[in-house]
């Protein structure tokens, strides 16, 4: 893969998810990953409904797999850090069919209410 188009860009890895007293926490780090991130256009999303509101989106491509939401095993999906907001991962595909090798990883904005703090900036 050409990484000369990739930027470093904070990813949060959660860890298993637990309840307790009714609600759900997991554990989680901040890294970094080196990526090359696009928004996604709209045109690239299927038709939809009329009055249907559009997700921000974003794609992106990188040498490591992410870790995609799975809502019906509750596990939550990686998040990255763009432009100020948290998106969460909900695909993350192996593209091998040539030389170079790679991750196509897709992600949706998540909803103000679910945004996390910013990642500390480490000096």
Same mark, same amino acid.
């Given at each position: 893969m050409i990484g000369i188009f990739h930027k470093p860009? %904070?990813?949060r890895r959660? $860890?298993?998810? %637990?309840?307790k007293r009714g609600l759900a926490s997991a554990p989680y780090t901040d $890294? %970094?990953?080196r990526l090359n991130v696009q928004p996604q256009p709209?045109?690239?999303?299927?038709a939809r409904d009329e009055g249907d509101?559009? +997700?921000k989106r974003l794609k992106s491509w990188g040498r490591n797999k992410l870790t995609s939401a799975d809502e019906i095993n509750s596990i939550p999906g990686d =998040? =990255?850090?763009y432009n100020g907001a948290w998106y969460e991962c909900i695909s993350? +595909?192996?593209w091998d069919h040539?030389? =170079?090798a790679h991750y196509r990883s897709d992600f949706v904005i998540l909803p103000a209410e679910r945004q996390p703090k910013a990642p500390e900036v480490k000096s």
């Open positions: 860009y %904070t990813i959660h $860890g298993e998810q %637990t309840v $890294g %970094t990953e709209v045109d690239d999303f299927e509101a559009v +997700v =998040l =990255l850090y993350s +595909v192996m040539t030389m =170079l």
